[in-house]
């Protein structure tokens, strides 16, 4: 096993797909969840899982604290965009930010003074990363966050040049960039993707659609832990 196996960023704590989680994943995410997590786990292959504060179920503080042993709990947004109008039209608001799109500083500040406050309710969470939901964010939220205690800023090359992140002031904060259709896809894709260095990013509410989802993810660590 290599002394430092690379980190997984998994997203989507308790759900990041709002028409899914209505029609079929509001009662079994918390299993799929954790049939993910103990793969990662089962063989010691560091992780983040990214968890949305406003969407936080009932219960699900005590599941966090429960499953997650060997990864980090980071904030994932706020509210993944799911007080957005029109959800089937979602990919709309991208391009200005996302889920910030018409955030002020004052709401950004706000409402990551609020998620803080409640995953530090979770015992494995880590403040130095935050990952904005569809990989989108706006100059103020990095306003906002080079007062806090985030060191990296995750995102996907796919969204890093089609918006131009480039040019905004980042200030002390690291992009981290994951590669669209590469390192930033399905397990099973990912897997033969692992000589590109990038950041591994998976998104399980996608995988567990389709047939075979955990073998991929075990198929995954085997090849990370050699």
Avoid at 15 to 23: E, Q, V, W
Avoid at 128 to 135: C, G, L, R, S, V
Avoid at 172 to 183: A, C, D, L, R
Wanted: charged content about 25%; some cysteine.
């Amino acid at each position: 096993m290599p002394l430092n196996p690379r980190r997984v960023r998994i997203d989507d704590f308790p759900h990041g797909d709002l028409r899914l989680f209505l029609t079929r994943d509001r009662i079994r995410y918390r299993e799929l969840v954790e049939k993910t997590l103990n793969v990662f786990e089962q063989y010691k292959v560091p992780y983040i899982l990214g968890a949305t504060p406003q969407l936080l179920q009932e219960g699900d503080i005590e599941f966090l604290n429960k499953v997650v042993k060997g990864g980090k709990v980071v904030m994932h947004g706020f509210t993944h965009g799911w007080d957005f109008p029109d959800w089937s039209n979602v990919v709309s608001c991208w391009e200005h930010g996302g889920e910030f799109a018409s955030h002020t500083r004052e709401r950004v500040q706000e409402c990551y003074s609020n998620g803080l406050t409640t995953l530090q309710q979770v015992n494995s969470f880590c403040e130095e990363d935050f990952i904005p939901p569809f990989n989108c964010y706006t100059q103020t939220v990095l306003d906002v966050l080079k007062d806090t205690n985030v060191k990296r800023i995750h995102t996907c090359d796919k969204e890093w040049d089609a918006y131009n992140y480039n040019k905004l002031e980042h200030y002390n904060i690291e992009p981290v960039i994951s590669k669209y259709g590469v390192t930033y896809s399905d397990a099973n894709v990912v897997v033969n993707n692992l000589s590109d260095t990038s950041q591994i990013t998976l998104h399980w509410c996608y995988d567990a659609e389709r047939m075979g989802w955990e073998e991929d993810y075990h198929t995954l660590c085997k090849e990370l832990i050699k």
